[in-house]
């Protein structure tokens, strides 16, 4: 069912926020980008139009690619195109929920992570020991809001120009008035 899918984020940030750079990512970490392909993979993707313009392969492989823009005439081959975040996402969750996935992600830029962060149910963060300059950032997160459910650190090395961590988060739900009477 549709309902069953989460709707993930997927990211990496500088430690100031930053994730993006002149349409760029402002690092390069082989590992992480292996990382995002892997979890990615067989599950609808949605994004902006810079972040689809900025990829080096469009559509990206293997993932239905659904890209969100104000400009209604926008052609995007190889991807549905959307002006409204909640259809964008529902249509996301109605295709995982047909090819039998558990989760569909938000993969940037700015704007869309900032639609999604209230809808959110997870968030695969790369935390970059790293200050880069930029010009989009990652919102800003309640850590009362999240709980970490697992974490793993890599040091910079051969194709990965920083130590990063990559973390899993889960929204803390509150318990429902109905779960507090019983």
Wanted: glycine share 8%; no cysteine.
């Amino acid at each position: 069912m549709q309902n069953d899918v989460k709707l993930s984020l997927i990211v990496a940030r500088g430690r100031n926020g930053v994730i993006g750079a002149a349409g760029e990512l402002p690092w390069r970490l082989k590992g992480d980008m292996m990382f995002f392909k892997r979890i990615t993979m067989g599950n609808p993707i949605i994004m902006g139009r810079k972040t689809w313009e900025s990829l080096p392969k469009r559509p990206l492989p293997g993932r239905e690619n659904i890209v969100m823009t104000r400009d209604w005439t926008y052609d995007a081959p190889g991807a549905r195109v959307y002006s409204n975040f909640i259809a964008a996402m529902n249509a996301a969750k109605a295709v995982a929920a047909r090819d039998g996935r558990k989760e569909a992600f938000v993969i940037g830029g700015e704007a869309i992570y900032t639609l999604a962060m209230p809808l959110a149910d997870r968030i695969y963060l790369t935390d970059v020991e790293s200050y880069p300059e930029g010009d989009a950032y990652f919102p800003e997160l309640d850590e009362h809001e999240w709980r970490e459910h697992t974490s793993e650190h890599f040091e910079a090395a051969e194709g990965n120009d920083f130590a990063y961590t990559i973390r899993k988060l889960e929204r803390v739900h509150a318990a429902s008035h109905a779960d507090t009477n019983s």
